[in-house]
């Protein structure tokens, strides 16, 4: 976290924060028994939208009632503004001549946290939460801190849940939440509110917003639910309709970007552990066994990684984005072949999107979508045993096999958010509450370097967060597996 120019009385000016710059050649020393320098280039604060830009008359803008909340103290440096930011890159390399290399990467966003001053009337407030797409730990626990957070740190008491995603904003009647209807809400697995995906009718959605009087909304999604909270926000900000709009990004596969990572990936970690060490006990109790585990991750492996050099059990870890291929000098069969005559048994983790390529695919197939639009994937597990048991009925017809495929997919996704995502949620809920009440919009919040901050909505639709497989952590789980690069020759 950086303060680029001495706190402002307002609390949404935006721009570039060469506004206000450091001093040009700020000397920083890299250690003691260096004898150069380094010197910053201009750093560039994204611009963050906010409701004052657009409506005509912004009507309220009073103190934060946290200054009367009995369990608040605000002392300086309790409240945000503005010219507090969080640098986006924290680690770069220094050119010859001392300075920072890509000055056009040294981006930041306004850090995120309580304001002085709010922009909407906590007594007139409607708010509306939803969820949509699939599952993933922390969901409920996210609902739970929005309404509280709302409730006691706001005094909001018009708080609402909308059914069954996206329709539920024109199909179903809104829920009234209180405190004491979500108090153990964090307890539980998926979302309390219902979820679905598809049912994105612009159109009606916004309408829906508007005929309910809610002025504040907040979309849990993963990254097509970002896509349609950019288009809810922009149609708001066309129709000039004073509701702040926010997206709390989910998704297991810790996919998206910018920030450090998504709620529920951990859990998630810590789930997949178990189907890894069921598979390895499986494996290791049978003559030639393999223990196959097929993980979250359509796009990503990140799931697949975290999980692989969390157990150490596993042989090989296979990702989307790495290719493999099966036969022939250097390919995977060769690979666990010699694995089974070292070891007698192997574990063999699988991300659901890797591989895809290699799976044959009928022409409807190669077309199918699901109700967000996404590429409907095949099997990649289920395939993959199949090909195992064919190339040692053809190569050992004589000898003992043994193949046990694990999916734990819908265990892993449908659990209760654990002790770190449980934190991480509240955190992520709170913050995201307080860039709204200071009339902020069309933004994303989540923890960049390790501090909350908002991010466009734009930005985050934009960006992916793939495993660089160019990265050291990527070569640790190869020097755990001891897996070939799979690169043909």
Not at 478 to 487: A, E, G, I, Y
Request: glycine letters at 10%; aromatic letters at 8%; charged letters at 20%.
């Amino acid at each position: 976290m950086a303060n680029l120019s001495q706190p402002d009385a307002t609390s949404h000016t935006t721009g570039s924060a060469t506004q206000n710059p450091p001093p040009p050649q700020q000397q920083l020393n890299v250690h003691s028994d260096d004898h150069h320098a380094f010197s910053f280039s201009p750093v560039t604060l994204q611009k963050l939208p906010h409701l004052s830009e657009y409506l005509e008359d912004p009507q309220y803008a009073g103190p934060n009632p946290l200054d009367s909340n009995p369990f608040f103290h605000p002392s300086d440096g309790f409240y945000m503004n503005s010219s507090d930011v969080v640098l986006r890159h924290i680690v770069s390399r220094l050119s010859p001549s001392g300075t920072l290399d890509s000055p056009s990467h040294h981006l930041a966003y306004i850090r995120a946290g309580p304001r002085k001053n709010i922009f909407f009337d906590p007594t007139a407030t409607r708010a509306a939460i939803v969820t949509c797409g699939g599952l993933c730990p922390g969901m409920n626990t996210v609902l739970r801190e929005l309404v509280v957070g709302l409730w006691d740190l706001y005094g909001v008491r018009q708080i609402y849940g909308i059914k069954a995603g996206y329709r539920g904003f024109y199909s179903t009647p809104p829920v009234e939440l209180s405190p004491k209807m979500v108090h153990n809400w964090h307890m539980r697995g998926g979302t309390v509110l219902g979820t679905s995906r598809g049912g994105f009718d612009l159109t009606k959605i916004v309408d829906g917003i508007q005929n309910h009087g809610f002025d504040q909304v907040y979309i849990i999604g993963g990254d097509g639910t970002m896509r349609g909270a950019i288009k809810i926000f922009e149609e708001i900000r066309r129709r000039k309709l004073r509701v702040g709009v926010t997206g709390i990004p989910k998704t297991v596969d810790n996919d998206v970007g910018i920030i450090d990572r998504s709620f529920g990936f951990q859990t998630a970690v810590e789930m997949a552990q178990q189907a890894i060490h069921a598979a390895h006990v499986e494996a290791e109790s049978a003559v030639n066994g393999i223990g196959l585990v097929k993980l979250m991750g359509r796009n990503t492996g990140h799931i697949t990684l975290h999980a692989t050099l969390s157990s150490r059990d596993v042989d090989c870890c296979l990702i989307p984005e790495t290719g493999f291929y099966l036969e022939g000098k250097g390919g995977l069969f060769e690979f666990l072949e010699q694995r089974l005559k070292e070891r007698g048994h192997a574990v063999v983790v699988i991300a659901e999107g890797a591989g895809q390529d290699l799976i044959p695919r009928t022409k409807s197939q190669e077309e199918e979508r699901d109700d967000s639009g996404n590429r409907v994937f095949l099997d990649v597990g289920a395939w993959l045993k199949s090909e195992l048991k064919k190339w040692w009925d053809r190569d050992h017809p004589q000898e003992l096999f043994t193949v046990k495929y694990i999916d734990p997919t819908y265990m892993i996704r449908a659990v209760a958010a654990n002790a770190t995502d449980n934190l991480y949620c509240t955190l992520v809920a709170h913050s995201a509450i307080h860039g709204v009440m200071a009339g902020y919009t069309g933004f994303v919040t989540g923890p960049i370097n390790g501090n909350h901050a908002y991010i466009p909505l734009i930005d985050v639709a934009q960006t992916k967060n793939e495993v660089n497989v160019k990265d050291h952590k990527w070569e640790w789980v190869r020097s755990v597996t001891n897996q070939p690069d799979f690169l043909k020759p």
